[in-house]
T-cell receptor, first 116, second 115 residues
Framework: GENVEQHPSTLSVQEGDSAVIKCTYS??????FPWYKQELGKGPQLIID?????GEKKDQRIAVTLNKTAKHFSLHITETQPEDSAVYFC???????????????FGKGTKLSVKP | EAQVTQNPRYLITVTGKKLTVTCSQN?????MSWYRQDPGLGLRQIYY???????DKGDVPEGYKVSRKEKRNFPLILESPSPNQTSLYFC??????????????FGEGSRLTVL
């Protein structure tokens, strides 16, 4: 079935360094790739997303890149700050399988720790 | 304030005792969904609903039921809870204007323990 692999599962960086989280997906019909941030005790929140007709998107310190040929996409956080510490989930939209069109498949998450 | 509200936030129950986790959104969203979050497994979809009276199974529907009688509400029902349903549950909603579109708005989560 469809799958989204996310790496690494944990990531520790010094404040000010960059952090990169990578995901690969299996469904060639996927065309929407959001990233969610989950702070402790809260629900996930969308931080950035990208569509299949775009290779890269930036929003201040965060950026996402997409390589459709290789079926992988990555989240880049520059100049990390302690408030970036959270669990990050990548996701990919499903294709037209079994009526679940448009639903998201989530990766297993990356726990990012930014040390001051 | 736009939000997704889940209740209860915390619940400890015993095997076999039926329970319902309520979910309500005030954003007039068509799409609603339930996820469970377990350590090392990420977010897995239980059920979803594209609109009123339309529901469908996600990846892990066994042991759960849902209903969508009104646009704003999407309760999750555990008819006979078992210990393997101990988990953190999230309700989410979205406009879902087109396939794969739409920011998902998540509730704050409901932590359920089944003894």
């Amino acid at each position: 079935g469809e799958n989204v692999e996310q790496h690494p599962s944990t990531l520790s960086v010094q404040e000010g360094d960059s952090a990169v989280i990578k995901c690969t997906y299996s469904d060639s019909a996927s065309n929407y790739f959001p990233w969610y941030k989950q702070e402790l005790g809260k629900g996930p929140q969308l931080i950035i997303d990208i569509r299949s007709n775009v290779g890269e998107k930036k929003d201040q310190r965060i950026a996402v890149t997409l390589n459709k040929t290789a079926k992988h996409f990555s989240l880049h956080i520059t100049e990390t700050q302690p408030e970036d510490s959270a669990v990050y989930f990548c996701a990919a939209s499903r294709g037209n399988y079994g009526g679940s069109q448009g639903n998201l498949i989530f990766g297993k998450g990356t726990k990012l720790s930014v040390k001051p | 304030e736009a939000q997704v509200t889940q209740n209860p936030r915390y619940l400890i129950t015993v095997t076999g005792k039926k329970l319902t986790v309520t979910c309500s959104q005030n954003m007039n969203h068509e799409y609603m969904s339930w996820y469970r979050q377990d350590p090392g497994l990420g977010l897995r979809q239980i059920y979803y609903s594209m609109n009123v009276e339309v529901t469908d199974k996600g990846d892990v529907p066994e042991g759960y039921k849902v209903s969508r009688k009104e646009k704003r509400n999407f309760p999750l029902i555990l008819e006979s809870p078992s210990p393997n349903q101990t988990s953190l549950y999230f309700c989410a909603s979205s406009f879902q204007r087109q396939v794969g579109d739409g920011e998902l708005f998540f509730g704050e989560g409901s932590r359920l323990t089944v003894l």
